[in-house]
Every structure is written in C-alpha cells, then in structure tokens.
C-alpha cells in the first residue's frame, strides 16, 4: 500500500477537525431572535424605498430565516418615531402560489398591530385566509426600544402555518391600514424563495467519513481499480459537501459569488442590492414586472457542488500523479467559477427582460443546460479524452 496508510491517516483526522471544528455559517450570518431588538437584521436582504406620496410610514422591510427552522421572520423599520401608545397597524400580504394574485384560496394576509413603549412594545400578529379567516395568532414583546418610544418591530410566521415549504417562492408586500401611500416596495411586491432548512449532523458525517476511508482503503490496497474510482469519488465528494454545508467556507463562495454578479450586472444597467449578512441573495430589480426578486446564491448555483464532483474524480483517478492532479483541479476549478458566473448572468439577464414568467424557463431550459453542456466539456477534456488517447496507445503498442 506504500504510503497511502499514512495519507490516509493524515486525511482522516483533518477530515474530523474540519466536521468538528470548523467555524459554522453562523458566525458570519447571525441567528434572528425575536427580541425587539433590531441590531442582528444589518447586513440582511431588505428593500427601502421612499413613495413621494404623504407622510412615509415605513422606512424599511427586512426579511430572513434560520437554518433547521421551520419560520420566516420579518422586520419593520419606522421613519417618524412616535409618543408611547400610539397604535399602529399594518399588513403583509402574501401570495403563497407565486402567481401574481393575492386572492386566491391558498393566500394569505398577516395583521400586525404594534403598541409602543419605552420599554419596547406589544406586537400582535393575526394570520389571515385570504377570504378573511383567522388562521392563528402570534404576540409578543417584539417592538424596538427607542428613546422616542418606536424604532420598528420583529416578527415571524410558521412555515407550517403559512402552508409552504423549504424553496417554494412567494410574493409579499407590506401596506400600512387605511393609508394607501405607506407601501413596501412602493409598486409590485417581492418575490422570495423561501429556503431555511441546512441539516449538519456532525456524528452521523463523522462516521460515514471512517466507513468510507476505510473501504476505500482496503479496495486500493486489493488494487480493484473501478470499485475504488466509484467509491472514492462519489464517497469524497458526499463527505465535502456534507462538511462544508452551513460553514463559513459555503458562505463567503456564495457572498463573493453574489458580490461580483452584483458589480456586472450594475455595469449593465441593471439594478441590484447585496447584503453582507445575507451572503448569496440578490435583490433584483424586474424591469418587466416592475418588481423585485430575490436571488439565492446557494451551494449549487455557486459551483460548490461541482467544484466537489471534480475533485472527487481527479483526486481518486488512478492514472494521474500528483502533478498532474493539481493542474486539472486547478484549471477545472477556475473554468466552473467563470461559466458559472456566465450562468448566472445568463439567469438574472433573461428574468430582468422577460419578467418573472421566464423564471423556470431562465433557470431550468437556459441556465442549467447551459452548464451542464460546459460540464460535459469539461469532463471529457479532463478524464475522457486522455483515457481514450491512453487506451489508443496501449492498442497500438500491443
């Protein structure tokens, strides 16, 4: 077996200090908590606009969620602060099937009631059918603390309440009761896809890490040369997607990712807001539409998972030493991020043009066969191409 115990040893527990260790997403991206307290929604993904018509209620809207939860969690911030107890009221509305229409039977509308105080303020949200049907209710102290008694205030819906799930997109836009000009976004709404859930089960990675190293292993040492690719590649690349999902790695790909798009697409014209705390999203403006999307970089449309596919086959191709390794991990590393990017400019510019109807079409037709086609390529100048050259000549020596 040579060396490879050694190695293999080497990697393994640097493998288990990276699941065990390394710094976690939240350390970059803070948890919300429904405090009153406003601080941790800096940075987040959030839309303020000013609608030139009467006196200006709201000065912004953020929204977020958690990784492992079920909820989505909104934030208001107020212009004008005002005396303890005054009342104020205001909905969300929301369009639950992404059509366009907030008065479906699916819809809903939330009816948050804020009273301030020095100490914060009660606020009291009550989910609504869209025909006016009390789903559940939700209270608590959630109100900002402020030396003129109102800053803003906090809040959060259930998924399970809301009847969606993890990436589903939604609409929603937030007016305040009985004043018509008090609205966010000022025209249209925003549309969000909603994506909480990043499961971590460190033990569980841990061990399938051990199970795999140690098959792996025990196929090189028999020299079974497909089993060990098969599971060498697809094995490695499972174990680093699984430990880099929710880590500090993952987000600062995705906010870099979302940093460079935003510069291109403002050099193009076209409008868009990133969040340093909301690594990954963003806010782009609709032309068509009139409206805003949210844009999640993820760990797929940020070539993280790709980038781990490719290591997975070069790394355990047998064929190739270590020089040889490096170059195409390299190179193919360097190609993955700027077609991606090509990817993502393709998406966004097609949306930006076509509206919010060319959402699937710009993702699944153009953007992913686009890539998948630049992958291919990819794949067969690295592995295919130099394996049918290296069968050719050992035919022909033969």
Sequence with gaps: MGKLPHRIAV???????????????????QDIQIDGQLQEWRGRASLSEA?????????????????????????????????????????????????GSYTDRIDKYAEISCIPGFAGGTVEVKLYSSSGNL???????????????????EFYLPMSDLNIYPAQPIRFYLAAAGLSADRLPV??????????????????????????LLATAALYHYRIWPLYYVLGAVGFTIIVILAVRGTLLEYTI????????????????????????????????????NSWTTLNIDIESSALFEIAVLLGLVLFYPAYGAGRKLYYILVGTATLG?????????????????????????????????????????????????????????????
């Design 254 to 289: 995705e906010y870099w990712t979302g940093m460079v798009l935003h510069h291109i697409l403002n050099e193009f014209g076209i409008l868009t807001y990133v969040f340093d705390k909301s690594p990954g999203t963003i806010l782009v403006f609709i032309k068509t539409d």
């Design 187 to 212: 025209d249209g709404d925003v549309q969000w896809k909603v994506f909480p859930v990043v499961t971590r089960d460190r033990s569980g990675i841990a061990i399938f890490a051990i199970c795999w």
């Design 338 to 398: 700027f077609f991606n990017l090509v990817r993502l400019l393709l998406i966004t510019t097609l949306i930006y043009w076509g509206g919010r109807s060319f959402n699937f079409v710009a993702h699944t037709l153009f953007g992913r066969v686009f890539f998948f086609a630049v992958i291919i390529a990819l794949y067969w100048h690295i592995l295919t191409q130099p394996s049918i050259n290296k069968v050719r000549g050992d035919v022909k020596r033969a």
């Design 11 to 29: 990697f393994l527990a640097a493998l288990i200090v990276t699941i065990y260790f390394l710094p976690s997403g939240m350390l970059f991206v």
């Design 51 to 99: 609608t030139g018509k009467g006196a200006n209620l709201f000065a912004s809207l953020h929204w977020a969620t958690n990784e492992n939860e079920r909820k989505i969690y909104f934030a208001v911030k107020l212009q004008n602060p005002a005396a303890p107890g005054d009342h104020l009221l205001c909905r969300l509305f929301l369009d639950i099937d992404d059509n």
């Design 135 to 153: 789903i559940n209710g939700y209270e608590g102290m959630w109100g900002q603390e402020s030396d003129s008694g109102r800053g803003g205030f």
